[in-house]
């Protein structure tokens, strides 16, 4: 593997998505775009109660929309984390060494996932990630 370059700048970067949500079961797919192309996580946070998926390509999400949250992915799924937040736990600090690498083909700067949730209402959830920039 060739030497790669200090990024310059910001090495902690966050990005928060605000979404819509619809009342009954609903999979909102996301798409993080400010956390570069790879990276170490460091914290999720949702302000509702929910089942977070994230992935290495837009590929994994799709070939893993209809696992059932009992079932644990293959380990070469492409299945980054998967998160469920609790109206009692709303923000999970990460272990160190949960990483992430883009494998769309190209390469993009994108953390892919999905939100699943259950609610009795529309409501609108918070959701942040924080990561350390690995490459841009």
């Known amino acids: 593997m060739p030497w790669v370059a200090r990024q310059e700048g910001p090495r902690r970067l966050s990005q928060s998505l605000l979404l819509p949500i619809a009342a009954g079961p609903q999979v909102a797919p996301l798409s ?3 956390l570069g192309s790879a990276g170490l996580l460091l914290l999720v946070s949702c302000d509702i109660p929910a089942w977070l998926s994230l992935y290495v390509s837009d590929a994994a999400a799709l070939a893993d929309a209809n696992r059932p949250q009992s079932a644990d992915p293959d380990p070469a799924a ?4 998967d998160a469920v937040f609790t109206e009692d736990s709303a923000v999970l600090r990460l272990p160190p ?3 992430w ?3 769309d083909d190209p390469p993009a700067a994108l953390l892919h996932g ?13 959701l ?3 990561s350390l ?3 841009l």
């Open 78 to 81: 492409g299945v980054v984390l």
């Open 128 to 130: 942040s990630i924080s």
């Open 114 to 126: 999905r939100l699943r949730t259950d609610q009795g209402q529309p409501i609108e959830a918070m």
């Open 32 to 34: 993080f775009d400010r």
């Open 97 to 99: 060494g949960v990483s």
């Open 101 to 103: 690498a883009n494998q």
């Open 133 to 135: 920039l690995l490459a």
